[in-house]
């Protein structure tokens, strides 16, 4: 049986391969999209993608990630954010390429100053990535909480890296979430981001 390490970079090497071709496939709603990982699979044109939860006691927030995924070791989270101010939480596929990360900061945040934060955190984004290419921003009821979200393409290590990162308030303080894949993987991570993204529980 295949492993689902090995499922998750096949399903990878057939993401790149479509984003090289102009053949278009007939889409599902990100609404299905959301409900199927939380059933934990979706099928996909490339196989099946299997979810499974992740809940972080010490936050006390639960979502679901891709099975396969697994703690990034340290020695490869510093190189892919140099900076200490790393998420605290980091998991990866196999290949270290796609990454989710949770950070609980001591940014006070209270769940109606979401989007107000939320415009804040993209202008100052914007001012030090100003070749960004900016893809979408929202505010979206999750579970009843606010949660702030902006997604953009920019330089990385190894190419451009699309990012998705959002945030709830969480015992008035921002938790702090972020998702990152090679920019010609987006066509398949993007909605799947997304729906690890409305599937975010505080217990």
Partial sequence: MEHMDERIIR??????????????????????????????????????MEFEPLILTEYGVSTMMPKGFST????????????EARPQYMYSDPAYDTSLGFNYTEQPLQDDQVQEIKDAMIGMIKSVQPSADWINDGVKVVHGHH????????PGLGGNIYTLMYFIALRNQMLLCNFNCNEKERRIWMPLALGMMENLKIL
């Fill in 72 to 83: 990034l070791p340290k020695h490869i989270a510093k190189v892919k954010y140099p900076v």
């Fill in 147 to 154: 949660v702030g979200y902006f997604s953009f393409v920019g």
């Fill in 11 to 48: 399903l990878k090497h057939q993401a790149q391969s479509n984003s090289q071709t102009s053949t278009s496939h007939p889409t599902i709603s990100q609404e299905k999209v959301t409900q199927s990982i939380a059933a934990g699979s979706i099928e996909l044109f490339q196989g099946t």
